[in-house]
């Protein structure tokens, strides 16, 4: 799973968040990053007032929480999402020894990033690409 920490090197990069179901966030309040949600039809939902988005938790009784503005959130995007972001820039996947390599098209170079788990490969890739964007 994607590292909170990059989560928010993404965001800060530029990586927006429109909120489906299925997607993993976390709560960006001390004491409640460790807890990861998922975005579920009539249980974690998104609702659009006039003031912003909120992500309400419906049917939660065990809880005191029973909205979060979205941006008191931080989205873990999937490998799947990373890659679509990547785009074009995207040139492949590969397997090492202690992890994988996401390879992709910086300013016009292939790059290598590498890592134990394939979403935070991802991640450092797309942080890569989206800060040369900017």
Known sequence: ??????????????????PMPGD???VDLPGMRDDVFYLADMTVEVHEFGSG?????????????DSVSLQETLWLPREDQLRAVLGHNFVGLGLLDVGYAVVALVEGTSQ?????????????????AL???T
Do not use: C, K, P
Request: net charge neutral; charged share 20%.
């Open 53 to 65: 988005a909120v992500i309400g938790f419906n049917g939660v009784t065990e809880w005191a929480l």
């Open 1 to 18: 799973m994607l590292s909170i920490d990059l989560a928010r090197d993404l965001h800060q990069a530029g990586l927006i968040w429109s």
């Open 24 to 26: 993993r966030f976390v």
């Open 131 to 133: 800060r040369t964007r």
């Open 112 to 128: 290598t990033y590498s890592h134990r788990d394939a979403e935070q490969a991802y991640g450092l890739a797309t942080l890569a």
